[in-house]
C-alpha cells in the first residue's frame, strides 16, 4: 500500500521564497541508497529514500558548474560565441574529457555542450575560469551559490566532480540546484542532444544519460561515476506540464541508476499532476484612508501551477483575504492582501494580492498643488 505524506508547503512566488518541501515516501522498489523525486517548480517532494545523507556525487557536480555559466552567460558575462583558451590546468584533467590542448581554443557554446553531453572535466575547468579566474575561486562561488538555495549538506572542492576528501553532497541538495539550473531552457538545447560534434567534425560526443533514448519526456539533466560516488544521476523530464527531477546517488552500476531514476519519474508521472491555480473573484479597488486618492487598484499576479495527486483537483480551495482600508501614503506594490490554496486542510500555495498604484498623503501642499493645476486648466 502507497503511503503518502504530505506537510504544509508555502510558495510565495511574488516574493520569490523557496518552498518548503513536504516529504513523501512511497514502496518505490530501488536499489540505490539514496534517491529523491520533486516536482521542479514547487520544489515539492514526491517520494525519498535517504535523501539527506551525505555522499559523493562525480559529475553531477556539473549541474552546479554550469547553473553557474549560464547565470554569466545570462548576465553578458560570457558570450556563447566568446572563444575562450584551455590552460595547462584545465588540459591536465583526467577521467571523461574531450582532450584539450593547452592553448587551445573553443567556443563557449562547445564547451557547454561538452560540459552537458559528454560531461568533459577539462572543458568544465575551461568554464570555470572564465567565469572566476582560477578553478579555486570559482569553486568558492558554487559552495556560495550553494549556501543561498539552502543546500546544507554539500561541499564542493571541484568544478567536475572527481573524487575529493570532503566533497560531498545528498540527493535533496542535487534536487534543489538542478530545479535552479533547469530555469534557463536553453540548458536543455545541451542536455537533450544524444550525438553531436566539435572541432568541426572531428571530435564526435554521445551524451551520458542513456535515458535520453528510452524514456518519453526526458529533458536532461547530468550522469556522474566515478569510484567514491558510484552511478549517479539528475534526471529531469515533463508531461503534460507536469516537470519532475528524480536523483539517484550510490547506484551500483550505470544499469541499476537509470533503472530507478525512471521507476520514480513514472511513479510521479502515474500518481501526480499539475492543476492551475485561478483567481475567479473579481478584485475591487481597495479605500485608502487620508490619501489624495480614495482608492487604489489591486492586482494578484504570478499565481500558477500546484502539484497535486491525480484526480483530485476538485478539492483545492481558494480563500482570499483583502484589507478594508489601508493608510496613506501607498506605495506600488503594498501587501492588501492573500490568496491561498489549500486541500484538505493543508496550505499548498500562497500568493500577495498588492497594489497596482502609488497614493500620496494628503497634505496642504498637495492638496494646493492639486487645486493650482486644476485651475490653470480652466
Sequence with gaps: MLKRLFSIFSCILILGSLPIAARAESNIDLSSPSAILIEAESRKILSEKNSHERRACASVTKVMTLLLVMEAVESGKLKLNDTLSASAHAASMGGSDIWLEEGERMSVDDLIKATAVASANDAAVVLAEAVSGSEKAFVEE?????KKLGMKHTVFKNCNGLDEKGH????????LMSSELIKYKKIFDYTSIWIDELRGGKTQIVNTNKLLRTYDGITGLKTGTTGDA????????????????AVVLGAGSGTERFRDAAALLDYGFANFESAELKLTEELYPVTVDGGMESTVDIVCSDIGYITIPKGQSDKVERTLNISESIPAPVGKGAKVGTLRFSMDGEEMASFDVVTAGAVEKKSFVSVFALLWNALIKL
Design 142 to 146: 558554487m559552495n556560495k551559490r550553494a
Design 168 to 175: 560531498l553532497t545528498c540527493a535533496y541538495d542535487v534536487a
Design 230 to 245: 558510484g552511478s549517479c544521476i539528475s534526471a529531469t523530464a515533463e508531461r503534460n506540464g507536469l516537470s519532475l527531477i
